[in-house]
């Protein structure tokens, strides 16, 4: 009964800079997660989760040996993290700068259009998987993929069947690189990718489906992928390659990535923290209510 007492006063304490300290952190959170898909960016953050632990631990137990040890290495600690991932702190980085007002304000790309961009895609993958031409197309996402730009050539197009085929066009003097789609716009080609170093990839894949593997290992954008030899569609998500796609099941699985069918994500960012604010407002009514 105390607790719940001091806890209704605490409530009743809430004051508009108590509440303001809430939503911005609340915005941070929601501005951060996106970061942690990615599979480096997770290794940091698990490093950082499991040193703090244990410092905990070691504290609250009084292991004193072990609480020096650590305390030296949270010393060091940060400059270790730059140090060694340093690729991955670049991505966080280039995605926290990369954030637009008009995405917070939930003034996003529509979803009709990213339909069109997946539709295009599709009828050129279908065209060059009868033809046997080699295609590698990555959809950027959270990750903006800005320091693979400079690797290539900066197109920033508007996206379309003919633009695929021709970038991909055998005798093009862009058909090895990657294509880039961000935005639904095409923002570079000839872009050089990560190679994965996967064991579970089949012997007989070559570089550009070990590139779109690598890709979506370091980042957690889309990879199509299209076969120079066999003609086989496939899409790498997550470092998980999926061969052997009819282009129905293609379109379909772009969609399911590209524009996924969120409820919450149609509202506006400004009407959600209306609705945090409001919520908060009614615990703490309540909160006077039961107090009286």
Known sequence: ?????????QI???QVTDILDILVVALLIYLMLPIFRSTGTARIAWVVVVVVVVASLA??????TLSFILSQLLAVGLVAIVVLFQPELRRMLDHV???????????QKGTQEMVHVISQTVSACEVMSRERVGALIVFARDNRLEEYFKTGTVLDAQLSEQLIRNV?????SLHDGAMIVR??????????LPLSNSKHLHADLGTRHRAGVGMSEASDAVVVIVSEETGVISVAVGGVLKRHLAPQ????????????EDPE???PFGERLQRTVAALKEKIKGGDDHEK
């Open 1 to 9: 009964m105390t607790y719940l007492q001091t806890m209704m006063e």
């Open 12 to 14: 009743s304490g809430i």
């Open 59 to 64: 504290s609250l137990l009084e292991l004193h």
């Open 97 to 107: 700068s990369s954030i637009k007002v008009k995405e917070l304000l939930g003034m």
């Open 168 to 172: 991909f066009f055998p005798k093009a």
């Open 183 to 192: 935005d639904g716009r095409v923002a570079a080609a000839g872009c050089v």
């Open 249 to 260: 099941t293609l379109e379909r699985l772009l969609n399911n990535e590209l524009c996924p």
């Open 265 to 267: 994500e149609k509202v």
